[in-house]
């Protein structure tokens, strides 16, 4: 009879420790059997029914996870979806795996992708695991985002479980050497991530949409990747027009720029243009909190920058007009006379200014020069 063919006739155990011997076939040194088998695997491994009870046995013995990615190569996919599963339960192994895989694995990339999954399953306990020392889903994180500049698919599969300091680490790499499709697709598996699931980890500290927003902004990209700055930008801002990622997440990543010690660049303008004409539900927060930070920080004083705002403060004036005639008054004559020039040209702000600044009078102070042009 032959053995390879009558599976069913070997106890469970005894296949268990058996393919946990072939696991490295070069080292056995047994009975001829063991060795022919070994060989015959190796041979035969493209046909399902040889490694079937491989792949069977690796769902208890996790000796045979770096076997089983070794000869993934030659197998077909329904027979891959099937050791996928098997292997993603043991994350010790597949982080042995990353460690000492000197090339890129398709195989390893799906099966990474498969133990995200798992970890976002409420079930498996995200945070008791994490925790635990020694923590095997914190080295894989750790070990794959080591492999960023080899295999930077390992580390984008695991972007929801990065903490900010890592995704800024892959952000950058991906920007400057990689697609900008490789950074969207980062951004999605942030957006995947449901809400009970940040909220019941949120001790964890893991990286949030707006973090990924406000590291696309903060690189400081040569002329030639400027288009891919602005562009992944609008896209964030394109994900809040189809709902894919939360306003309150935009909002989020506007507040830590106008909060940062560093300057506002210029870009910054262009994000708030598209925030207040495409998603008209961040207005309210724009005028509420945002400008009245640039206008602390003189933003007037960028040229560049300072034309996003006014093209922004365009588009508030029909619903905003008090707020943005509070912030008007604060502005020097040198800039605040152009800019309510600029604005009377789209609207008629000086007709509100004179029959509303009256009655302001005793709350906020006039300058002079408004004055002047209301006369």
Known sequence: MPVLEEWALLPSVWLEELFALLALPGAINAHPFLATMARSISDAARISNTVEPIIVASGKNPTLVPFICQISDKLDEETLTIA?????????????????????????????????????????????VWKREPSHPKKLVEVALSHVETCEEYAMQLAPFLNVEQLDA?????????????????????????????????????????????????????????????????????????????????????????????????????????????????????????????????AWEDKMLWRGVVICMTTLWPGHKEQLCRLLMLMPQEYGEPTIKTLQTQHNIIAFMESTLPQLDHTVHIPAYIKTMLS
Not at 104 to 125: C, E, H, S, T
């Open 84 to 128: 996928r599963r098997s292997c993603c339960v043991h994350v010790a192994e597949i982080m042995h795996v990353v460690r000492h895989t000197q090339n890129p694995n398709a195989f390893v990339v799906n099966l990474i992708g498969d133990v995200r999954a798992m970890w976002l399953n409420p079930k498996y306990q995200l945070v008791e």
């Open 170 to 298: 892959l952000v950058t790499h991906l920007f400057n050497h990689s697609t900008e499709d490789n950074l969207k697709r980062v951004l999605d598996l942030l957006m995947e991530v449901p809400p009970t699931f940040r909220r019941d980890q949120k001790e964890l500290n893991f990286a949030l949409p707006q973090h990924f927003m406000y590291m696309c902004y903060s690189i400081k990209p040569f002329k030639e990747l400027l288009k891919r700055q602005t562009g992944l930008l609008d896209h964030c801002v394109n994900c809040c027009v189809t709902g894919h990622m939360s306003v309150e997440s935009a909002l989020s990543a506007c507040t830590l720029i106008v909060e940062n010690t560093e300057d506002v660049s210029f870009v910054f303008g262009r994000v708030l243009c598209q925030l207040v004409q495409k998603v008209p539900q961040s207005r309210s927060v724009v005028v509420q909190a945002i400008l009245p930070a640039l206008f602390k920080r003189y």
